[in-house]
């Protein structure tokens, strides 16, 4: 088989499930992480390896990276917002780790309490113990320069200010440098021109895109993206989590749509959306009375519709 | 003032209300539809002009039609299915009349009782008849070729037939082609790889983009249209019409989103956002129960958002 042309990380399980109504069983978690698995997607960002007290949702992460583990094939990714996470993060056997380093002050303080160079200070310390590993121990280190495209807190970001922060974290060291629009502020001009001047900085370093559909451009944003080189893609299925701050402002990218989007124009994800559709209503089952949104699940696909792949 | 970058239809009081549960009240259609060029909406397609017996909606076309003429500075647009609908236009002085040729056949006989031939022919009549008016009342025509990115009749529509009808109808007379995704089956790359060859085919007269969001991919069409040199959309207030399979399909592309993608891009269109968010509670009043979307309304505007012009 050939590879994608793109890779999709499924981050329902922890962008998603950490701003969910309710909590998911764990065991739920497993099966629909095991169904997002079954129909392709081999990179899944199982949880947050945060204070329980936090956020109880994902107290249940060092489990899931053993369950996600057990699935051959499939990288498992999870969050860590420190260094005392990142030491979970190693011990659980995550595959990838990404660290949240917001380009907003007030966002950063407000996310994990620390500046942005504290916060790069963290990760550089992280990568310096994680090449101490054996050699079968060492995860990815993946830096998201989060609110690259603007925060609800401060307003407006600076793209200097995002640049410097997404060439700070390849200098520590960072395998991947990711974008995120964390607040769904972006536009697919910005998308272009911000990517393109920190692929300027950090060259093939620079991977992922993280973009939240909030005023409804998470698409249109993913296409530019695109566009711009980006083969790395975060999205959610059923658009669950990010900010919503009412009803149909759905939180992230959603992932059926986003697959759909790009099959339908021929670039494969290596995803069949039938048994993608299937875990999403493994999702839907398991998280009775939750907002989920996506227009390709509910629309069905097109007559005589065939995928890429 | 400078132009507006791009130009934007409002077709809802149309596409949309030809569409919704309930119908809106005449007057209440003349509150919305000045609440729209308030706003800076300079071009609205009020009605169409067919049987009322067929869509008791768009029986008072014609009042609208007088309506809107009665505004400085708008262009009045309405729908004809034929040589009788374009007598009524003419009748009631819209400025412009567009024709619906479906590039599926099967969507032709079903919209219009007509084949796509026999539709041009007709198209060719309505030129014929504008040219023998006076000058001051010869409305422009545009010729759309519908469903141009697929059907849910057929399934796949030859690109080949969407060139030769976009074609024909330029040489019927028509002043503008347009394109539509009737059913929103369109992708980015096929929507840059048809307007291209249409464009080829015949040339500036390729106008307008006229996108349905029922798999979400309307504004990253719309983006892909813009690329691809198109400054012509139509877009329906709320996402109120089209074809709704399911809660959350919405129909058309949402005209606040679209605004808002634009004028965060830099990309001008001559409308208020806070005026057209104004325009749509206007809107929501007159349709009480009817489901009506829209990130950007609900989440609001990004904090220190400024518009393009």
Redesign the interface.
Known sequence: MASPDIQICEVGPRDGLQNAKHLMPTEAKKVWISALAAAGVTEIEVGSFVPPKLIPAMADTGELVAHGRSIAGLTVVALAPNLKGFQCALEAGAHKVTFPVSASRAHSQSNVRMSPEDMIAQVRQCVVLRDAQPSNRRPQIEGAVATAF???????VSEDDVVRFATLLAEAGCDAVALADT???G????VKRVFRRVREAVGRRLEGAHFH?????G??N???AY?EGVRSFDSSMGGLGGCP??????GNV?TE?LV??FE????STGIDLEKLFKAREVMVQALPGEPV????A???L???FRQAA
Do not use: W
Request: net charge neutral; with cysteine.
């Open positions: 603007g925060c609800t807190l401060q307003g407006a607040v769904g502020y536009n697919p001009a910005q559909n909030t005023r409804g451009l698409l249109a993913a296409l530019a566009e701050f009412a009803p149909g402002a759905s959603i749509d759909f989007m339908a124009m021929g670039v949104y996506g227009h390709t509910m629309a069905g097109p007559k005589g």
